[in-house]
């Protein structure tokens, strides 16, 4: 399978713990996005990286909240001292360059529980 | 900036009977628009994409949908619904430019088909 892939699937914590998750784009995709999503709403965008610099980051993106893309491949997205609130499913996606780098692929996601 | 409403939270329809989800967009820009489909359990699905090209967009599954710039809307539509098609639809509008592909959801709209 060639998709985005997305690693581990369901992570469950305990309040206070760090977290890590990992992504990895689809081949060539030089585009990455990470995004969240709560029960009864739809993702919302936390942050994008063009090859491995990050562009842009949301005001939803805590001081607890880091993310890499070290090679410009995968991605890794890291929460500290997680909070019950993080409670969230987390996605990945990629996009190719040129004209349909608005064209976003979806991995299936890492669930978060914190307790 | 840019925005996205979806009209219902919920829509329920028999099966064989013709779909209609509505979405209605906001944006500084001529806006690159999508629908995705997320089964239970599954990633985001890339139904369709609307950018300048035509008006009325086909996609998978037999579902289309109708850009209309004076009325910002982005209907999907389906003349049959399937058991198949019972899950959560998002209206997304992308960004152009430096930042091509950062996205906005809707808050999503269930689709229930009833026998």
């Known amino acids: 399978d060639t998709g985005v892939s997305q690693d581990p699937r369901h992570k469950i914590t305990k309040r206070g713990q760090n977290v890590t998750f990992r992504c990895d784009p689809i081949s060539e995709h030089n585009r990455l996005y990470w995004y969240r999503q709560t029960l009864g709403q739809g993702p919302e965008f936390l942050t994008y990286?063009?090859?491995?610099?990050?562009?842009?980051k949301s005001r939803l993106l805590s001081d607890r909240f880091s993310a890499e893309r070290p090679k410009g491949s995968f991605s890794t997205l890291e929460i500290q001292r997680t909070e019950q609130g993080d409670s969230a499913m987390y996605l990945c996606a990629s996009s190719p360059s040129g004209r349909d780098t608005d064209t976003q692929y979806f991995g299936p996601g890492t669930r978060l529980t914190v307790l | 900036a840019q925005s996205v409403t979806q009209l219902d939270s919920h829509v329920s329809v028999s099966e064989g009977t013709p779909v209609l989800l509505r979405c209605n967009y906001s944006?500084?820009?001529?806006?690159?628009l999508f629908w995705y489909v997320q089964h239970p359990n599954k990633g985001l699905q890339l139904l369709l994409k609307?950018?300048?090209?035509?008006?009325l967009v086909k996609g998978i599954n037999g579902f289309e949908a109708e850009f209309k710039k004076s009325e910002t809307s982005f209907h999907l539509t389906k003349p049959s619904a399937h058991m198949s098609d019972a899950a959560e639809y998002f209206c997304?509008?992308?960004?152009?430019?430096?930042?091509?592909?950062?996205?906005?959801f809707g808050d999503g709209t269930t689709l229930t088909v009833k026998p």
């Open positions: 944006s500084s820009y001529s806006p690159s």
């Open positions: 609307y950018t300048s090209a035509a008006t």
């Open positions: 990286f063009q090859n491995e610099a990050q562009l842009e």
């Open positions: 997304v509008v992308a960004e152009e430019g430096t930042n091509a592909g950062k996205s906005t």
